[in-house]
C-alpha cells in the first residue's frame, strides 16, 4: 500500500504565502511524476503544477510566477511553495504521485487526502 500525507495549508491573508508538503511512504519502487491539483466546488479539479524525477516543471497558467514546485527524492516528498495568494487561489489542494511499486507492475497515480487552503481577509 501507499500513503500519501500532506500538510501546510490553511487561512493565509490576500498577498501572504503557504507552503504544502506531501510525503509518500509505504511499498515503493520508483517514483516518477508528483504534482498538485486543486478543486473547489461545483468544478472540475485542476492541474497547479508537476515535477518529473529529473526535475522539469510545469505549471498553470494562473500560478506561474507566483507557485514553485520542488521534489527531494531521498525523502518522496514533494512541495509547493505559494506566494502572492489570491482569494482565487482557495480550494482544496490535492497531491499526486505517478508511482512503480514493484519492478514489474505498471505504474499508477496516488492521490493524497487533500489539504484546505483559504485566502481571505
Known amino acids: 500500500q501507499v500513503q500519501l500525507v500532506e500538510s501546510g495549508g490553511g487561512l493565509v491573508q490576500p498577498g501572504g504565502s503557504l507552503r504544502l508538503s506531501c510525503a509518500a511512504s509505504g511499498s515503493i519502487f520508483s517514483i516518477y511524476t508528483m504534482g498538485w491539483h486543486r478543486q473547489v466546488p461545483g468544478k472540475q479539479r485542476e492541474l497547479v503544477a508537476s515535477?518529473?524525477?529529473?526535475?522539469?516543471?510545469n505549471y498553470s497558467d494562473f500560478v506561474k510566477g507566483r507557485f514553485t514546485i520542488s521534489r527531494d527524492n531521498a525523502k518522496n516528498t514533494v512541495y509547493l511553495q505559494m506566494n502572492s495568494l489570491k482569494p482565487d487561489d482557495t480550494a482544496v489542494y490535492y497531491c499526486?504521485?505517478?508511482?512503480?511499486?514493484?519492478?514489474?507492475?505498471?505504474?499508477?497515480?496516488?492521490w493524497g487526502q487533500g489539504t484546505q487552503v483559504t485566502v481571505s481577509s
Open positions: 515535477i518529473i524525477s529529473g526535475g522539469s516543471t
Open positions: 499526486n504521485v505517478f508511482l512503480r511499486i514493484r519492478s514489474y507492475a505498471a505504474p499508477s497515480t496516488y
